[in-house]
């Protein structure tokens, strides 16, 4: 970049023009005058070589001056010409300061939009902060009411299932309390069952079981739950000549008997029953044994029966 010459160094210049201006000026008298003499010279009778010598110093010194004026001169000059380099850098530089003058009146036009456009996102900002606060504190409110229901929802299931616990020990009390057998020993046909020592007899022809807690393959009853039970039998005799002998059995321990002699022609037939209520536990067993004969067809039945009275 050129250098620019400093203030002091063009006033010092100009100085020195406005002097030597001053010098050439004063000097124009003398070159007149000195004309007038040099044509007034020829016309001198005494002293011709002083003037001679005298005109010679004046001439040289004339001589100078000129040079010093044209010196002067190219200094001007050169002064000139510096000074439009430096009005041209002078308008550049103020059109450059100008468009940075713009620029920057520009700049502030921008950034007072960009203020303004920052102080509305800032209160659109605070109003977002604030919505999302109190949308915090509804989703706080919520969840606490979330977890209160939810809470709620735990107690009524906990009373559901103590509910559902207590309507199915009711609806299974009410199914043991409907529990009830009765079955005779042939499926079909007539015939006696014999036996010379005590087995237990198997009643194949269910009229009824209700709660399926009789097994006909077995001929057991087995004690669904603890409760107080009634069971009763009965035996038929018919053309033998043995007589009969009849027991509950309760897990294999006699309870009740009952019995009759052998028929004869005067007393042809006979029956023969008994019953009893037992206290029985979940899983107690209970069957009819015999030992010698029974009859069974379908009027005259050999049967096993047995309900449940009441759970304990």
């Not at 009969?244 to 006979?270: C, P, Q, W, Y």
Request: net charge negative; with cysteine; charged share 25%.
């Amino acid at each position: 970049m050129e250098r620019k010459p400093s203030t002091g160094h063009v006033k010092m210049k100009m100085k020195t023009l406005l002097v030597f201006s001053l010098i050439l000026m004063s000097c124009c008298p003398c070159r007149t005058q000195k004309k007038d003499i040099l044509l007034q010279a020829p016309y001198v009778e005494s002293g011709e070589d002083t003037a001679e010598t005298e005109g010679g110093e004046e001439e040289r010194i004339f001589h100078d001056i000129w040079a010093e004026l044209r010196k002067l001169r190219d200094m001007s000059v050169e002064q000139k010409v510096e000074l439009r380099h430096l009005l041209a850098r002078v308008t550049a530089a103020e059109s450059l300061v100008e468009a940075l003058q713009k620029e920057n009146r520009d700049m502030e036009v921008r950034m007072s939009a960009a203020e303004s456009l920052a102080e509305g996102l800032q209160m659109e900002s605070d109003a977002q902060s604030t919505e999302l606060a109190v949308a915090q504190q509804m989703l706080s409110t919520l969840q606490q009411r979330l977890t209160d229901s939810e809470r709620h929802i735990e107690e009524l299931e906990k009373q559901q299932e103590g509910q559902k616990a207590i309507v199915q020990e009711v609806q299974d009390t009410n199914r043991v309390r409907k529990l009830a057998f009765s079955a005779s020993l042939l499926a079909s046909g007539e015939g006696n069952t014999s036996s010379e020592e005590f087995v237990p007899l198997i009643y194949r022809n269910v009229f009824t079981n209700t709660g399926n807690h009789y097994n006909s393959n077995t001929g057991y009853f087995t004690a669904p739950v603890r409760g107080v039970y009634y069971f009763r039998f009965t035996g038929h005799l018919a053309d033998t000549d043995r007589g009969t002998r009849m027991r509950i059995v309760k897990n294999g321990h006699a309870m009740v008997f009952t019995g009759d002699r052998l028929t004869t022609s005067a007393d042809a037939e006979d029956s023969i029953s008994n019953g009893v209520v037992l206290q029985l536990e979940v899983g107690d067993v209970v069957s009819v044994q015999i030992s010698g004969d029974v009859w069974d067809d379908q009027y005259h039945r050999t049967t096993f029966s047995g309900f449940l009275l009441f759970p304990l």
